[in-house]
């Protein structure tokens, strides 16, 4: 059973950072791309970071380019995202996602595998 699990969401200021983990399981990581995604409220999900199977360069949504970095360790099933100089537009639910295949890796249509989500408020 393929399992992901976000952790690390909560309240922070203006400028601060934080630092998001998901965990998979049920499958060999290293095989999948792992993505993350982020919801506000009132809005549509968006593509936030993708860090692909091979570890390729990782491709970044423009709002959060030079901010955000995303990493992955496939010997710990962990993909990570750390968050610099955050702002109010980055209140979300972040969620990350899994899959494989040739397919376009910045569309959450494309993801068969998501955890439950994380919340991560930025107060000013």
Same mark, same amino acid.
């Given at each position: 059973?393929? =399992?992901?699990?976000?952790?690390?969401?909560?309240?922070?200021? #203006?400028?601060?950072?934080?630092?998001?983990?998901?965990? &998979?399981?049920?499958?060999?990581?290293?095989?999948?791309?792992?993505?993350?995604?982020?919801?506000?409220?009132?809005?549509?999900?968006?593509? &936030?970071?993708?860090?692909?199977?091979? !570890? $390729?360069?990782?491709?970044?949504?423009?709002? #959060?380019?030079?901010?955000?970095?995303?990493?992955? !360790?496939?010997?710990?099933?962990?993909?990570?995202?750390?968050?610099?100089?955050?702002?109010?537009?980055?209140?979300?639910?972040?969620?990350?996602?899994? !899959?494989?295949?040739?397919?376009?890796?910045?569309?959450?249509?494309?993801?068969? $595998?998501?955890?439950?989500?994380? =919340? #991560?408020? #930025?107060?000013?």
């Amino acid at each position: 059973q393929v =399992q992901l699990v976000e952790s690390g969401g909560r309240l922070v200021q #203006v400028g601060e950072s934080l630092r998001l983990s998901c965990l &998979v399981s049920g499958v060999t990581m290293r095989d999948y791309d792992v993505a993350w995604f982020r919801q506000a409220p009132g809005k549509e999900r968006e593509f &936030v970071a993708v860090r692909s199977w091979n !570890d $390729y360069s990782p491709y970044y949504a423009g709002s #959060v380019k030079d901010r955000f970095t995303v990493s992955r !360790d496939n010997a710990k099933n962990m993909v990570d995202l750390q968050m610099n100089n955050l702002e109010p537009g980055d209140t979300a639910v972040y969620y990350c996602a899994a !899959d494989f295949g040739l397919r376009p890796l910045n569309s959450g249509k494309t993801y068969k $595998y998501w955890g439950q989500g994380t =919340q #991560v408020t #930025v107060s000013s």
